[in-house]
């Protein structure tokens, strides 16, 4: 089967500068009421009203007749087929989430048919954008011809958490991946009725936006919202995104004591100490919730050549978190009383990828509760969290020339 007719578009990166404070949010929405799927003479037009750009990919597959448009961050919640296709059986119309981050839209051909147009416009002060795809009537040889799924490495990549609104194209910047602890059905530590997930969602975001304002580095997220993704799922996503360090953040809470302040861990074989150890097996438990097995993962690949790469990666991972406490102290002016420990969690695994997971505060702790709630105070947290990684990110780069002999 030959390649499908594929319009590919990355407008939204050309809109960005002009709707930056639009462009910081997770997920366009689709905007229900403003958008219409129509036919004329049998061929349809489809025009999507969003509420950002965002990019997507267009093209039918046959056996049976169907167009696919893929889109990576679009909301589809509340939306009923039944108010965006007129004149045609809403029964022909699916679209929702496919994983995390990317949504796919199908509709039935009742009559072969294929893509003549397709486009995105993106309002320059609104951010607001129209999808349109216009479909031309063919016979079924040509359809048949120009059908199929395209095989196109950005999108097979599945960089499903690279946010729209962070350009991929610049290979030699540094890429971080933060990943805000929990979200979905598990939501961490609850105080107060907040949640440690929503908490450090926030929180990540604000460190991402600190580190794209100083500029040179790709940020990617390892979720977009309060949204469950596994630990096994939040080290491929750093993988693919192929980054150069892991950020987790986490701030959970403690059964007995008064602990309070920041703590940054790195990964030890062994839980450093039983409470290291009780927290590690909390965050692993959120894979068990969701039926995903963690314990074969390792065997799947060299154990020897992971250690090795763990070996090398010790020390910076290390260096790392005593950057970041670092700047947390010079900031916040506090941090936990044994500000670095290391422990098992899942979360650190990457063997070739400098990993820490910040334990922001706890959420047991009325005074940490107080003060991450506090924007102004979490944004002395951001700024010391952002200054640790600028400062490790520049110490690496010159440390990597004894590294490479
Ligand atoms: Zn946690």
Same mark, same amino acid.
């Given at each position: 089967?030959t ?12 809109? %960005? ?9 997770a ?5 229900a ?14 025009? +999507? ?6 990019? =997507?990919?267009? =093209?039918?597959?046959?056996? !049976?007749?169907?167009?696919? +448009? ?5 909301? $589809?919640?509340?939306?009923d087929?039944k ?6 059986? *809403?029964k ?7 994983? #995390? ?12 048919q294929?893509v003549?147009?397709a486009?995105l ?9 129209v +999808? ?7 016979? #079924? ?5 120009r @059908?199929?799924? *395209? ?8 960089? !499903?958490?690279?946010? !729209?609104?962070?350009?991929s194209?610049?290979?030699k910047?540094l ?11 598990? #939501?961490?530590?609850v105080?107060?009725g ?7 969602f ?20 390892t979720?977009?919202g ?8 939040? %080290?491929k ?5 192929e &980054? ?5 953040f986490?701030?959970?809470? +403690?059964? @007995?004591?008064?602990? /309070?302040?920041?703590?940054? =861990?790195t990964?030890s ?8 150890? &009780?927290?590690?097996?909390r965050? /692993?438990?959120?894979d ?8 074969g993962?390792?065997?799947e690949?060299?154990a ?8 090398e990666?010790?020390p910076?991972?290390?260096?790392l ?6 700047g947390i102290?010079t900031?916040?002016?506090?941090? =936990? ?5 290391s ?17 922001v ?6 005074d ?6 506090? !924007? ?6 951001? %700024? ?7 400062a490790w990110?520049?110490?690496d780069?010159?440390?990597?020339? $004894?590294?490479r002999?």
């Amino acid at each position: 089967m030959t390649r499908a007719v594929i319009f590919i578009l990355w407008a939204l990166l050309g809109a %960005v500068s002009t709707a930056s404070a639009q462009s910081f949010t997770a997920l366009a929405r689709l905007e229900a009421s403003e958008s219409r799927i129509t036919t004329q003479g049998g061929a349809f037009q489809i025009d +999507l009203s969003l509420s950002q750009g965002v990019p =997507y990919r267009v =093209y039918t597959l046959t056996e !049976p007749a169907r167009l696919v +448009l893929d889109f990576r961050e679009v909301d $589809f919640s509340g939306v009923d087929a039944k108010s965006l296709i007129l004149n045609e059986n *809403p029964k022909t119309l699916r679209f929702g989430a496919v994983r #995390p981050g990317w949504s796919r839209l199908v509709l039935d051909l009742p009559r072969p048919q294929v893509v003549s147009q397709a486009g995105l416009r993106v309002d320059e002060s609104s951010g607001a954008a129209v +999808l349109s795809v216009a479909l031309k009537l063919t016979d #079924p040889e040509e359809f048949k011809r120009r @059908s199929g799924a *395209p095989s196109d490495p950005v999108w097979d990549k599945l960089r !499903p958490s690279v946010s !729209p609104t962070v350009s991929s194209s610049d290979d030699k910047a540094l890429t971080i991946v933060l990943d805000p602890g929990h979200g979905g059905i598990d #939501p961490g530590a609850v105080s107060a009725g907040i949640t440690e997930a929503d908490l450090m969602f926030v929180l990540a975001q604000e460190v991402r936006d600190a580190l794209l304002r100083s500029g040179d580095v790709n940020v990617v997220l390892t979720r977009q919202g309060d949204e469950f993704v596994s630990l096994e799922r939040r %080290v491929k996503i750093a993988r693919a995104a192929e &980054a150069d360090l892991f950020v987790s953040f986490h701030a959970d809470a +403690l059964a @007995s004591g008064k602990a /309070n302040g920041a703590t940054v =861990y790195t990964l030890s074989e062994e839980a450093s100490d039983a409470a290291s150890a &009780a927290l590690a097996e909390r965050h /692993n438990r959120a894979d068990l919730l969701a039926g995903v097995d963690l314990s074969g993962q390792d065997d799947e690949i060299a154990a020897i050549l992971m250690d090795l790469a763990r070996l090398e990666n010790k020390p910076r991972s290390e260096a790392l978190a005593r950057g970041i406490i670092l700047g947390i102290n010079t900031e916040v002016g506090h941090t =936990y009383k044994r500000p670095i420990q290391s422990a098992g969690f899942s979360v650190l695994k990457a063997p070739d990828i400098p990993s820490v997971l910040i334990e922001v505060g706890f959420l047991s702790s009325k005074d940490d509760l107080t003060k991450l709630t506090d !924007p102004i105070w979490r944004m002395k947290m951001v %700024v010391g969290i952002h200054n640790g990684i600028q400062a490790w990110l520049l110490n690496d780069a010159a440390d990597a020339q $004894f590294r490479r002999k």
